[in-house]
């Protein structure tokens, strides 16, 4: 798997941990990082090895600390508004087909608390920091997080949120529903990949299919939802893994999915 110096990616046991790697400036975002995880998105998107990506960042200090404020000067809105279309990695996590998990370690903010969202379950440390703190400067944030935030929070906390700046602690995030679970900061690597591990073990095609329905139920009316997770059900019968896993149910075994 290449990998760039601002990327790293490590794969074991059918998991890939995902560390944007700027420790000194506290993970930010900048062109270089988003161009390095689309590319480790897109390869690990092929690897029928990989069933579970696990995002973080590097050191205890931060997740992503949001943008690098750095590239803002002097940026032109034309070529801010180029950047995310053409570079769109809120939505490359959101639709990547396996399950992401986000591990928060630290600082959760702006375009770093929008990456998480788009991921499919986010655990935190007790010490992590979560906000979109756009409007004190002077903008929106544009990752998503007018549109993910309230799907998760609700509309009225998410406008506070995003009007305020406001940055909430781990545990404040857990009890509006930003988070999903909330460890201390010391189990927060064994207890992700300990969930990961668990999510591994399931066929590969139900948890495609699993996360496509459940997406769809973000944009279908639930009539349209209903058929199209009946479609899916019906598909998967067709799979060898499921025959794998009626079989190992009632030979009182655990299954051995092969991901066909």
């Not at 690597?189 to 495609?208: F, G, H, N, V």
């Amino acid at each position: 798997m290449a990998e760039t110096q601002v990327v790293l990616v490590e794969k074991k046991d059918g998991i890939a941990t995902i560390t944007v790697n700027r420790p000194d400036k506290l993970n930010a975002l900048n062109a270089e990082v988003i161009v390095s995880l689309a590319m480790a998105l897109e390869q690990l998107r092929k690897d029928d090895d990989v069933r579970v990506a696990v995002l973080t960042g590097a050191g205890e200090k931060a997740f992503i600390a949001g943008a690098d404020i750095a590239e803002f000067k002097g940026a032109r809105a034309v070529d801010q508004y180029r950047v995310m279309q053409t570079a769109d990695i809120y939505t490359a996590m959101e639709r990547f087909p396996k399950p992401i998990i986000a591990m928060i370690n630290g600082f959760c903010l702006g375009g770093g608390c929008e990456l998480a969202m788009a991921c499919d379950i986010r655990i935190a440390g007790d010490k992590a920091k979560l906000g979109q703190p756009e409007t004190n400067l002077g903008i929106i944030p544009g990752g998503g997080g007018t549109q993910r935030l309230p799907r998760l929070v609700g509309q009225g906390r998410a406008m506070r949120l995003i009007y305020t700046g406001e940055i909430v602690d781990a545990a404040t995030a857990e009890k509006i529903g930003l988070v999903d679970e909330v460890v201390p900061q010391a189990e927060l690597t064994e207890r992700t990949m300990e969930l990961a591990a668990k999510i591994a073990e399931k066929s590969p095609a139900s948890l495609q299919a699993a996360k496509e329905c459940i997406r769809a139920a973000w944009q279908m009316p639930l009539d349209a939802g209903l058929r199209y997770e009946k479609s899916w059900f019906g598909m998967l019968f067709s799979t060898e893994d499921q025959e794998e896993g009626v079989t190992a149910f009632l030979e009182k075994r655990k299954p051995e999915f092969k991901g066909r």
